[in-house]
């Protein structure tokens, strides 16, 4: 598997890395200029002390012409390999001995040697006698000039030009040393850090590759295990959770409006079909009707009549429950209305074989037209003694709660079919052979037309429809 | 005949005449042996054994007293605190009415040394004459090998040996001018021909960063002379102890020690160069 460079598998352990390398040059570079600093301080107190325990043995040399003993005391035991290069100067500022003869020749003058260092007698530095100077030069970065007098009359001067040069080792030891560990540490931090890196990341994975089903599936059955927990990659899942959930109550808020004007739309050109049907019909029966009243009529066209009558009566049954018209007159809802559906459905209950269980409460008269009303609960109880027959049972709530009528009727037994699920309240003829498969239709048109809700929901074996219905704010006779 | 063994001796004869003694009056006074940088340096190992040896030989203690300096051991030579000293040709010559030749040392079968004139082994002096303006490191004022003959060289050049160098210091030492040379110190030294070829054997690391690029003629080998304070009487027993100690095993290792083959009994015209040298100069002033 072959990862871009921006992925944080490798952003992770290499930042790691990347972390433990710095602070340990860091730390090594710290350690190092301590030391050099350190090391410096010593370097020029030890200058210091050796210039002035030198001075007195120096300025005998000096006044005795003693090149060998000046020249054996800057030595010392160590030869040419001290620190400092000492070198002694005398009071014509020629040099008299120093401890890098080879450098610093005997009689040269000492600002031939040493071009670029002030003149002795400037103010500020014979003031500054026995203390250490900065020079910036590439093999001398500390100076240190000692005045050397005898009875008070100056007889020459010791020099001491202190580098860093012995140190350079030293702190580059430091550094690589820092170095080192650091790889080593690194050997163990890089496996680790990959390690990290991909449980840090898989979450993150998980929630991407979640992302990009989104707008590919039906939301409401979309299910990630996307991550939880406080950590920001927890609150991103539980984030995108949300959004999600929000995105697929609109959509189905959406789909909901869709139907409902669907279904209204079709309620209205029903209706009006109906209407048109239903006016004609009326009057050809009542045309019928009349003649049979008014005439004496032969066998054989009593036999017409009848027959044009019952086709005729046959057409406007078929037609009358696309009239639907909740806000008919009427009384107001009883707990008596509702008793009076049951009793009409207890021989279909009977036959089907299902168990019917009743908690109708109410109290008073409720705000609401009765016959709707009735006509809608028996719908309902029919369609769920149907769906029940053969053993399941149905069991109907009914109560009021604040100013709106709550109706809940559920039963076990065969489930709706998904398909029929989706659009339940939509005509399906052809479900049920000899029934008009209105009934649902039906029950959303009055509850539509009383400003209520219907909706319908399956978990399992249960079918359950929930109506609830504002009561009528004006009353009712 | 050991030294304890004396002592005992002594002690019992006098205890035979009935007398008190105390072994401090019963000590015979010990000689006084002057000692210069003529001899390489680190001789203390080699200085107690000697006077072990001699002391044995003569009969009486020997001590040893060093000076850095050939004059600070000539003036105690002169004064009478030391018997007799191990000193350059050079001051012999100049103090030789005072001083009688006890012994000289033979160095490769003679009792002829010479001066080396040594340069940087780097250096692209190939004579004295290269080295004018030059820093130079003397040996000893009292040296024939590292002063005396050099300026004599200058001299017989027809130039001042005072201003032949730019600059010139004494290292009071011929081991010390090696080192000066060696180190850079000086661009050129005058040493002792026994000095450097020493140093050579048992040193050779520090003689390898010089070259020798002038050999002088040879000149009578440094002295051991006896001051005004040596009883002549005791002169011939000190000869005798010095010319037989190469005969001796004991004295044999010790020569060997420092690289001579032993003494031998020489006249003062040994010297004669030396001393005419010394005249030329003293003559100019330039002694």
Known sequence: MSLPWSSYRLRLPLSLSVAALTTAICIALAVGLQTLHNLREDQVRNAVAQGHAMGEVLVQALRQDDVWSAYSLLRGPGGASSDAVWILVGSTGRIFASNYPRRYRLDQLLADALPWLPDQRAPGI?????????????????????????????????????????????????????????????????????????????????????????????????????????????????????????????????????????????GRVAAGVAHEVNNPLGGMLMAIDNYRRTRHLDQPTVQLLDLLGRALQQIQGAVS?????????????????????????????????????????????????????????????????????????????IGTQGAALLIAIENTGEPMPPERLAHPFEPYPETRPHQTGLGLWVCYQIVTQLGGRIEVEAAGPVTRFRVRLPLLAEGLP | MTRMSRRDFLAATLA?????????????????????????????????????????????????????????????????????????????????ARLTLLAVPRFRGQPLYQSYLIVAADSPARSLMDLEGGLFAWADPDSNSGYLYPRYRIFKEGRD?????????????????????????????????????????????????????????????????????????????IRQVLAGQGDDTAGRELLADIDLDGFRVEGPDLYVDIARMAEALAVQGLS
């Not at chain 1, 991103?236 to 109550?249: D, E, I, R």
């Not at chain 2, 002391?55 to 004064?79: C, H, K, M, N, T």
């Not at chain 2, 201003?163 to 080192?179: K, M």
Request: charged share 20%; proline share 6%; net charge positive.
């Open chain 1, 126 to 266: 014979a003031a500054a006698n026995g203390q250490v100077m900065l020079a910036d030069q590439p093999d001398v970065q500390r100076l240190l000039r000692l005045s050397l007098q005898s009875d008070g009359i100056e007889v020459g001067e010791l020099l001491a030009l202190l580098s860093d040069a012995p140190y350079r080792p030293r702190l580059r030891e430091i550094l690589i040393g820092g170095l080192l560990a650091t790889l080593g540490v690194l050997a163990v931090v890089m496996p680790l850090g990959w390690l990290w890196g991909r449980r840090m990341v898989a979450p993150l994975v998980r929630l991407a590759d979640c992302m990009a089903r989104v707008g590919r599936e039906d939301l409401r059955r979309l299910r990630c295990s996307v991550p939880a927990g406080d950590s920001e990659i927890g609150r991103l899942g539980g984030h995108f959770y949300a959004m999600v959930s929000a995105l697929a109550k609109k959509e189905a808020l959406e789909q909901q409006m869709i139907q409902s004007e669907r279904l209204a739309a079709v």
């Open chain 1, 321 to 397: 429950p696309l009239l639907v018209e909740a806000r008919g007159d009427g009384h107001a809802l009883t707990q008596a209305d509702l008793e009076d559906v049951r009793t009409l459905v207890q021989p279909k209950l009977g036959k089907s074989g299902v168990a019917l269980t009743w908690e109708v409460v109410l109290d008073a008269a409720t705000a609401l037209p009765a016959a709707p009303v009735r006509q809608l609960l028996l719908n309902l109880l029919l369609n769920a003694t149907q769906a029940a027959r053969g053993g399941g049972g149905v069991r109907v709530c």
């Open chain 2, 16 to 96: 035979g005449v009935g007398s008190l003694s105390l072994p401090a009056l019963s000590e015979p006074f010990p000689l006084r042996f002057g000692i210069t940088p003529v001899m390489p340096d680190d001789r203390a190992r080699f200085l107690g054994a000697w006077s072990g040896w001699l002391a044995a030989q003569l009969g009486r203690p020997v001590v040893f007293v060093e000076r850095s300096r050939y004059r600070e051991i000539l003036d105690l030579l002169l004064r009478g605190q030391i018997d007799l000293a191990w000193i350059c040709g050079y001051p012999y010559v100049q103090h030789r």
């Open chain 2, 161 to 237: 040996p005072d201003r032949f160098f730019r600059r010139t210091f004494f290292t009071w030492g011929h081991r010390r001018s090696v080192a000066a040379v060696a180190e850079d110190l000086a661009d050129g030294a005058a040493v002792d021909s026994y000095v450097w070829e020493t140093l050579a054997r048992r040193h050779p690391e520090v003689v390898a960063a010089t070259r020798i690029i002038e050999r002088s003629p040879q000149f009578g080998f440094p002295p051991l002379v006896a001051g005004p304070a040596l009883a002549v009487a005791d002169q011939g027993p």
